[in-house]
């Protein structure tokens, strides 16, 4: 069964800085790989989506990365803002039929004004 | 367009009674999936619908829990004889096609938090 693990499960940066958040799993054959946002008390948001071809994908402040053959994905976020403060979840789908997702537990970051 | 919204927001039971749990899924989407957040854990995936094939019911942690989708649209969550451990956060996404590998994005609802005391 596939795992996948977050660290640090906690970060606290000021404001303007750049922070790396990682993932990782075990089992190198994913289709692709998607990295989350949870605001407190609220559902899921998608933010980067990277195909298993991809090396990396951006959007806005955020970069993520892919590296199958280690089972790694980071999260970069540039100039962290305070609304950048949320819970952060990576995951990625079953391998067989894709049907089921698999989440890490989530980095859950604090930006301070 | 409207995203996913889930019903009730919250839900407090006693333990040993059945709860319903609702979600609508985005106009459109034919795969709609369910999952668990428990307090300090990821999601757990529970079930998932595509289309009118039959579901994915791997999941689903016991017999007390099942789900319907009714006219490939708006799902229904059952939990019969709640107990404690089934207090969490229930977490419905829908996708435009449920293609396989999921290789698209999934939109989630706010979720429904359950209490069972």
């Known amino acids: 069964k596939q795992e996948v693990t977050q660290i640090p499960a906690a970060l606290s940066v000021p404001e303007g800085e750049n922070l790396v958040l990682n993932c990782s799993f075990t089992?190198?054959?994913?289709?692709?790989l998607q990295w989350f946002r949870q605001d407190p008390g609220k559902g899921l948001t998608s933010l980067l989506l990277?195909?298993?071809?991809?090396r990396e994908q951006t959007s806005g402040r955020l970069n993520a990365s892919l590296d199958k053959s280690s089972g790694r994905s980071t999260l970069y976020i540039a100039a962290s803002q305070p609304g950048d403060s949320a819970t952060y979840l990576c995951?990625?789908?079953?391998?067989?039929?894709?049907?089921?997702?698999?989440f890490g537990t989530g980095t859950s970051l604090t930006v301070i004004p | 367009g409207a995203g996913v919204s889930q019903s009730p927001s919250n839900k407090v039971t006693e333990k040993g009674k059945d709860v319903e749990l609702r979600c609508d899924p985005i106009s459109g989407h034919t795969a709609l999936y369910w999952y668990r957040q428990s307090l300090g854990q990821g999601l757990e995936f529970l079930i998932y619908f595509q289309g009118n094939s039959a579901p994915d019911k791997s999941g689903l942690p016991s017999d007390r829990f099942s789900a319907e989708r009714t006219g490939g649209s708006v799902s229904t969550l059952t939990i019969q004889r709640t107990q404690q451990e089934d207090s969490a956060v229930y977490l419905c996404a829908s996708s435009l096609a449920g293609l396989a590998g999921g290789g698209e994005t999934q939109y989630f609802g706010p979720g429904t938090r359950l209490l069972v005391l």
């Open positions: 995951a990625v789908p079953e391998s067989n039929t894709g049907n089921q997702f698999y």
């Open positions: 089992d190198s054959a994913i289709y692709n």
């Open positions: 990277i195909q298993s071809s991809q």
